[in-house]
Nanobody, 122 residues
Framework: QLVESGGGSVQAGGSLRLSCAVS????????MGWFRQFFGEEREFVAA????????YYADSVKGRFTISRDNAKNTVNLQMNSLKPEDTAVYYCNVVSYCSGSVCYSRRDYWGQGTQVTVSS
């Protein structure tokens, strides 16, 4: 089970911290990622983190503004979002990363959580 939280409405330049609680005993062995879906579009990659937390990957559009982290003791993965822009407005989801190709990571999991809405106004 994946439960995302922490979304909300902020003005441009503001910050939000998203959190994802993951059920299961294999969390510490999974690469995890955040993805987002703009209205009417397909889900896209935002950030990923390796199972130990030592490796991180970011979409070019968020590099330098977003930071992904994880707590394997609590089965959570977080996304700190700073300097938010109106174009960051989307529903944000976390999930297991299936593979990465170049600088983009993908999840091929069938199950997705409800996501959390992030709205950034100008």
């Amino acid at each position: 089970q994946l439960v995302e939280s922490g979304g909300g409405s902020v003005q441009a330049g503001g910050s939000l911290r998203l959190s994802c609680a993951v059920s299961g005993r294999t969390f510490s062995r999974l690469d995890m990622g955040w993805f987002r879906q703009f209205f009417g579009e397909e889900r896209e990659f935002v950030a990923a983190i390796g199972d130990s937390g030592e490796s991180t990957y970011y979409a070019d559009s968020v590099k330098g503004r977003f930071t992904i982290s994880r707590d394997n003791a609590k089965n959570t993965v977080n996304l700190q979002m700073n300097s938010l822009k109106p174009e960051d407005t989307a529903v944000y989801y976390c999930n297991v990363v299936s593979y990465c190709s170049g600088s983009v990571c993908y999840s091929r999991r069938d199950y997705w959580g409800q996501g959390t809405q992030v709205t950034v106004s100008s």
